[in-house]
């Protein structure tokens, strides 16, 4: 084994009825995340209302998020190589 992929499709908003909203800093979301009250002042964090043009979903299709595990010396001992 030479490495490892991962890949997660993520949902991308509908540029038509996106709106921003406030974020609760409470949020397990946001915690996990290491968002701060500064982060959110300088970013617009947004969500998809629904519209005609995607169905009342908010979303226009998805993107791929990928991640790649080299195998080097010590993942190999870690899996028993």
């Known amino acids: 084994m030479i490495g490892?992929?991962?890949?997660?499709?993520?949902?991308?908003?509908?540029?038509h009825c996106k709106e921003p909203f406030e974020a609760d800093l409470n949020s397990p979301v946001?915690?996990?995340l290491g968002i701060t009250a500064?982060?959110?002042?300088?970013?617009?964090?947004y969500e998809g209302k629904g519209?005609?043009?995607?169905?009342?979903t908010g979303y226009r299709g998805r993107t791929?998020?990928?991640e790649m595990l080299t195998m080097n010396?010590?993942?190999a001992s870690l899996i028993g190589n």
């Open 64 to 66: 791929g998020l990928f």
């Open 73 to 75: 010396g010590e993942t």
């Open 51 to 56: 519209c005609e043009v995607r169905r009342q």
């Open 4 to 15: 490892i992929v991962s890949q997660w499709l993520a949902r991308q908003l509908c540029q």
């Open 30 to 32: 946001i915690r996990h």
């Open 38 to 45: 500064e982060d959110l002042r300088e970013h617009k964090v």
